[in-house]
C-alpha cells in the first residue's frame, strides 16, 4: 500500500529533487539526519509539532493532527495562518482539526517563525520564498509530503486554505504547484505575483494593482506553463476590510478565471447566509470559481463559536463572528461533508 502510494505521488510531484528529500522524515543535510519527530503541544491543543520533516529552506515550524485510527486514502487540508497568529490559536477558532476528527481527514499547518518575520507573516512577496522548490514555498510543500506520507494520504484530495498572508501564500502554492491541491481557499488574500518587495506589498494590500485579466493569469503561467490540473478556487474577503482591500479578491477571481478560460460573464450570482456569491462553472456545471463576499465584515476569516468540529471555541486574532463557519462551508465546497465512522 505505501509503495503504490509513493508511486502514486511521486507522478502528481514532479521535481529534480530526489524523491526521498520530499517523503522521508530524513534530510540529506549532514547536519540534521534524525528521523522526524512529532511532540505534542501543551494544554490539550489536539496538534502536534513535527520536527524533522525535510530540509525546511524557509524555516518554518510544521504542525499536523491524524486522527486516530485514520484509514488510508482520506483526504489532506493544508492550513496557513495569518499575520500575528500562531497555527495552534487559529485552529482554536477555525476548528480544523476538530472537523478532522469528526469527518475522517488529516490536517497540516505551517507556521511562520519569528526569526523570519517578527509579526509572524509568510513571506509571499518575496521571490525568492515563493518560487517553486525554493524557500518558505519549498518547506509548506515538504510539510504536506511528509504528512501525506505520514497518514498515506489520498493523493487527489489534498486541498489548501489560507488568511490574509497565509491566503497570499495560498495563492502561491496553487500557482505553483497546480498539480498538488484538488481545491484551495483564499481569505483576505491577495493574487500571486500582487508585489515583489514589502513597499510594493503594502501598496498592494492598499489597492490591488490594476492589471488586465489576462496579465494576472500570465503569472501563473509564468510558473506554471502546464495546467495538467484546475483545482476549484474559492475566494473569501469581507466587504469593510482596511487592511487588504475586496480588490484583491476581485483581482484573484480574475486571475483565476482567466486561467481556466471561463468566461467574464458567465457567472451565477447566490445569495448566501451573511454573504454575495458569485460562481463562474466549468462546462460540467462544476463550480471552479467562487467569489465569497462577506457582507460588512473586517480583515480576518469568517467563524461561528459553537461546539464541534468546524466552530471557534474561543476568540482569537483576526477571527471574525460572521454567523457562518467558513470552515464548513469550505469543507462542503471540499466534499468534505460525511461523518467518519471509525
Not at 475522517?104 to 507556521?111: I, N
Not at 497565509?166 to 491577495?190: K, P, R, S, V
Request: charged share 25%.
Amino acid at each position: 500500500m505505501r509503495d503504490r502510494f509513493k508511486r502514486s505521488v511521486e507522478r502528481l510531484l514532479p521535481t529534480d529533487a530526489p524523491l526521498g528529500d520530499l517523503f522521508w522524515p530524513f534530510s540529506r543535510d549532514p547536519e540534521r539526519k534524525a528521523p522526524a519527530v512529532r511532540r505534542r503541544l501543551p494544554g490539550g491543543s489536539p496538534l502536534h509539532e513535527v520536527v524533522g520533516f525535510g530540509s525546511n529552506p524557509g524555516g518554518l515550524r510544521m504542525f499536523e493532527h491524524t486522527p486516530e485510527g485514520l484509514p488510508a486514502g482520506r483526504p489532506l487540508v493544508l492550513v496557513l495562518h495569518g499575520c500575528q497568529q500562531s497555527a495552534e490559536s487559529y485552529d482554536r477558532a477555525a476548528g480544523w482539526a476538530s472537523l478532522a476528527e469528526e469527518r475522517g481527514f488529516a490536517v497540516v499547518y505551517a507556521q511562520q517563525r519569528e526569526a523570519n518575520n517578527p509579526r509572524l507573516c509568510f513571506t509571499w512577496f518575496r521571490p525568492s520564498e515563493v518560487t517553486r522548490d525554493r524557500g518558505e514555498l519549498m518547506s509548506i510543500r515538504q510539510m504536506v509530503a511528509h504528512a501525506a506520507e505520514r497518514a498515506a494520504s489520498d493523493p487527489q484530495r489534498i486541498f489548501i486554505t489560507g488568511l490574509s498572508a497565509g491566503g497570499a501564500m495560498t495563492a502561491a502554492m496553487l500557482a505553483n504547484y497546480l498539480e498538488l491541491f484538488a481545491g484551495g481557499a483564499i481569505i483576505a488574500g491577495l493574487p500571486f505575483g500582487a508585489a515583489r518587495d514589502a513597499s510594493r506589498a503594502f501598496d498592494a494590500m492598499a489597492a490591488a494593482p490594476e492589471r488586465t485579466a489576462r496579465e494576472w493569469s500570465d503569472l501563473v503561467r509564468a510558473v506554471s506553463p502546464r495546467i495538467a490540473r484546475k483545482p476549484a478556487i474559492s475566494i473569501w474577503h469581507g466587504t469593510a476590510d482596511e487592511t487588504v482591500s475586496l480588490s484583491n479578491g476581485t483581482a484573484l477571481a480574475e486571475q483565476w478565471r482567466d486561467l481556466y478560460r471561463l468566461p467574464k460573464e458567465a457567472f451565477v450570482d447566490k445569495r448566501m447566509k451573511g454573504r454575495r456569491t458569485r460562481i463562474w462553472p466549468d462546462k460540467e456545471g462544476e463550480a471552479r470559481v467562487t467569489l465569497h463576499a462577506v457582507d460588512g465584515m473586517g480583515h480576518g476569516t469568517p467563524v461561528l463559536r459553537g461546539e464541534g468540529g468546524g466552530y471557534a471555541t474561543s476568540a482569537e486574532p483576526f477571527m471574525l463572528e460572521a454567523g457562518f463557519s467558513s470552515t464548513l462551508e469550505i469543507a462542503k465546497e471540499w466534499g468534505l461533508t460525511r461523518k467518519w465512522k471509525r
